[in-house]
């Protein structure tokens, strides 16, 4: 069974950067199309950034248009985010997600079958 592992989370002050890794062990990435989503108190879970298993094509919530992007690593069959210039509003616990094959939009909680334990993220000053 895939199982998914998050790191890299942490606290922040506001404009900094981090970067969070999803790996996976036994099971080769390549074949899943991987999201991220995040969950803040009291709010749903909302899709941040997707990257498709076929052509590596990628996806953005509006709210995080040029500030994250999202990449592979084949090689180390890790998926990462890459977040800057984050804002107090990026505060949530991040999670990243599998599903083999493609997916449509990607941001799409539904969309996945497999998910990780999630990593907090704390933009404060």
């Known amino acids: 069974q895939l199982q998914l592992v998050e790191s890299g989370g942490g606290l922040v002050q506001p404009g900094g950067s981090l970067r969070l890794s999803c790996a996976a062990s036994?099971?080769?990435?390549?074949?899943?199309?991987i999201g991220w989503f995040r969950q803040a108190p009291g709010k749903e879970r909302e899709g941040v950034s997707c990257?498709?298993?076929?052509?590596?094509?990628?996806n953005y919530a509006d709210s995080v248009k040029g500030r994250f992007t999202i990449s592979r690593d084949n090689a180390k069959n890790t998926v990462y985010l890459q977040m800057n210039s984050l804002k107090p509003e990026d505060t949530a616990v991040y999670y990243c997600?599998?599903?083999?094959?493609?997916?449509?939009?990607?941001?799409?909680?539904?969309?996945?079958?497999?998910w990780g334990q999630g990593t907090q993220v704390t933009v404060s000053s």
């Open positions: 036994r099971f080769n990435l390549d074949y899943y199309s």
């Open positions: 990257i498709t298993s076929s052509h590596g094509s990628t």
């Open positions: 997600a599998a599903q083999w094959g493609t997916v449509v939009g990607g941001l799409s909680w539904y969309e996945y079958g497999t």
